[in-house]
């Protein structure tokens, strides 16, 4: 590949990586990431032995330790846009080397979860249920702007579900992602698992309706009756299919795994949440650290 331009990748003058302000040092090879730049303390709370620590804008990162493994806690912000800056820079630390510039020739493989919330969408599973993403759909569109993308997607779905949705031409389209294996073995046991749409929204985007109509206004009854073989959507989140897809082109592995705030199906919402947080990061830590 060569050495990487300085304008394709961008080096602070500190050696840190240009949006997330962290050095390749202070990356662990299991990494946390969250939406809220607050949810950092959160996960922070668990961790001993801190050892970094980086804020820029809404990326904010610790490095320490749970029960002996190094974790590293990131905080994206909200969307798959940002989760293109997080994936490439994440790889950035762990595959190139800074000084030269190069891809490094023993390739480093990192274990990434985002920890989030969701709008729930089936009315069997509850609210506050935990929700892993087995599979994700990108209604964003990010993965198809790189080469190679049917690699890493599930084709056979992909047409399924365009065939039953017709799909409106002005929109993205989706590609459907699954997560690592691995991943979904380790949380069989403890979430609900199923298909997740990653929206590139809150409010039309995830079939809202507040004062503006939606261009697709039976979409979330389509999705809610949608099967393919045991798989179904489950939830409605923001950033899983670009950390799936681009964990997979980049060789790491990535999944997503969410607290359900929202209930589509009941019409319900729980906003004072955080209290319910605290134990879904533990069972993702403790998971992770064994």
Known sequence: ?????????????????????????ALADKVILVGDPGRVELVGS???????????????????YYKGTRFTVLSTGIGCD???IVMNELDALANID????EVRPQRRSLTILRIGTCGIM????????????????????????YGGRDEVVMKDLEEAFMAAMDWNRYLPVPYFVEASDRLTSLFADSTVQGMTVSASGFYGPQCRVVRLPLVMPDLLERLEAFRYGDLRF?????EGSAIA????????????VCLGIAHRYVKEAN????????????????????
């Open 122 to 145: 089936q009315p069997d599973i509850p609210l506050g249920a935990y929700v892993f993403s087995k599979v994700s759909a990108g209604f964003d569109g990010l993965l198809n702007w």
């Open 82 to 84: 940002n989760i293109d």
């Open 234 to 238: 489950t939830n409605f989140e923001m």
């Open 271 to 290: 906003p004072d949440y955080r209290s319910l947080m605290g134990g879904l990061v533990e069972m993702c830590l403790d998971k992770l650290a064994r």
């Open 98 to 101: 800074f000084s030269t510039r």
């Open 46 to 64: 668990f961790l001993s032995g801190i050892e970094s620590t980086s804020s820029s804008r809404e990326f904010h990162s610790i490095t320490g």
């Open 245 to 256: 897809g681009l964990s997979r082109k980049l060789g790491h592995e990535g999944a997503t």
């Open 1 to 25: 590949m060569g050495k990487i331009a300085e304008s394709e990748l961008i080096i602070n003058g500190d050696g840190s990586v240009f949006h997330l302000h962290m050095r390749p040092e």
